[in-house]
């Protein structure tokens, strides 16, 4: 299975746009790359998917460069109630969470 | 629509005590299932993958076991608990091939005093 690498903080303001990267050299042919969202005590949602380039949806945008040893998740315009952890994750079936991103919104 | 349900939501157990988690999921059929647990500040470990009744991946050697006696129940246990078996539990859903993610339930917090 494919590791990622993801900053373990981040602090963003209310309203701005926050892209979290994540490192997945190892990312095999058929991987596919998932960002997960935790609020405490709950399980994590799924945020977004893709394989390749770029996808959109009601929430955010994921980034993904040809070679797609990495991976962005954008965020636009974040509110309170985005602080969460953020995890990314590669592979296919039976994937494996690392420690995610815990992103702090500052009012 | 498909809805994954996991119970009890809290539940304290003394060492030594026997342990039963129940996931059921609705709405689907030949689900991929599977157990979490989550140690407090840190990620969400996989520790059992089922693709079908009767059909159980164990990923990490512990003191639990799973079973899927129907097609869309997945069952966490242990004969005797461990003060290390503490965690946030959690099981999870899929279907097999690009499914678009996992749809995780509410969780069990057990607390092994």
């Known amino acids: 299975l494919a590791k990622t690498t993801q900053p373990i903080s981040m602090d963003s303001y209310e309203g701005q746009e926050v892209n979290i990267t994540c490192s997945h050299n190892?990312?095999?042919?058929?991987?596919?790359i998932t960002w997960y969202q935790q609020f405490p005590s709950q399980g994590p949602r799924f945020i977004i998917q893709?394989?390749?380039t770029k996808v959109t949806n009601e929430v955010a945008s994921l980034f993904i460069p040809a070679d797609r040893k990495s991976s962005t998740l954008s965020l636009p315009r974040v509110s309170l109630s985005d602080t969460a952890v953020y995890y990314c994750?590669?592979?296919?079936?039976?994937?494996?969470f690392g420690t995610g991103t815990r992103l702090t919104i500052i009012p | 629509s498909q809805t994954i349900h996991q119970w009890p939501a809290t539940l304290v157990q003394p060492v030594g005590s026997p342990l039963s988690l129940e996931c059921t999921v609705e709405?689907?059929?030949?689900?991929?299932l599977y157990w979490y647990r989550q140690a407090a500040g840190r990620g969400l470990q996989l520790l059992f993958y089922?693709?079908?009744?009767?059909?159980i991946s164990s990923e990490v050697p512990q003191n639990l076991s799973a079973s899927r006696p129907q097609d869309r129940q997945f069952i966490l246990s242990s004969k005797k608990l461990l003060l290390s078996d503490s965690g946030f539990y959690l099981c999870?859903?899929?279907?097999?091939?690009?499914?678009?993610?996992?749809?995780f339930g509410s969780g069990t917090r057990l607390t092994v005093v």
């Open positions: 089922s693709v079908g009744i009767g059909q």
């Open positions: 999870a859903w899929s279907v097999g091939g690009f499914d678009y993610g996992y749809t």
């Open positions: 994750l590669v592979g296919y079936e039976k994937l494996t």
């Open positions: 893709g394989y390749k």
């Open positions: 190892n990312i095999a042919t058929n991987d596919y």
């Open positions: 709405g689907t059929s030949n689900p991929n």
